[in-house]
Nanobody, 126 residues
Framework: QVQLVESGGGLVQAGGSLRLSCAAS????????MGWFRQAPGAEREFVAR????????YYGDSVKGRFTISRDNVKNMVYLQMNSLKPEDTAVYYC???????????????????WGQGTQVTVSS
């Protein structure tokens, strides 16, 4: 299985930018689609972005579309989330995870992912 570790979170001002990283260890990273989710206190885990195994196809949640960009580097076993124009409502713990289904689809739920990382906190001040 794949082990994931997120990093890059922190405290930023509204309108600022931040890049999150997800480091993967395991032998099958290039063969699996990956996703980013976030969870605010007291809220359900929310889909943020998903990228296909080769990085050809990406899909974003409505709340981040046009502001966030997911990318990957299969040579370095890394997945990234570039976050621009940050808003206070983006404040959450951000997690990367493995897409356990693999096929592209129009909906990505947290229950369809596994091998979750420990998460990294993003706080956006107003």
């Amino acid at each position: 299985q794949v082990q994931l570790v997120e990093s890059g979170g922190g405290l930023v001002q509204a309108g600022g930018s931040l890049r999150l990283s997800c480091a993967a260890s395991g032998r099958t990273f290039s063969s699996i689609a990956m996703g980013w989710f976030r969870q605010a206190p007291g809220a359900e885990r929310e889909f943020v972005a998903r990228i296909s195994r080769l990085g050809t196809n990406t899909y974003y949640g409505d709340s981040v579309k046009g502001r966030f960009t997911i990318s990957r580097d299969n040579v370095k076993n890394m997945v990234y989330l570039q976050m621009n124009s940050l808003k206070p409502e983006d404040t959450a713990v951000y997690y990367c995870a493995v897409d356990s289904i693999g096929y592209s689809r129009s909906y990505y739920g947290a229950s369809e992912f596994d091998s979750w990382g420990q998460g990294t906190q993003v706080t956006v001040s107003s």
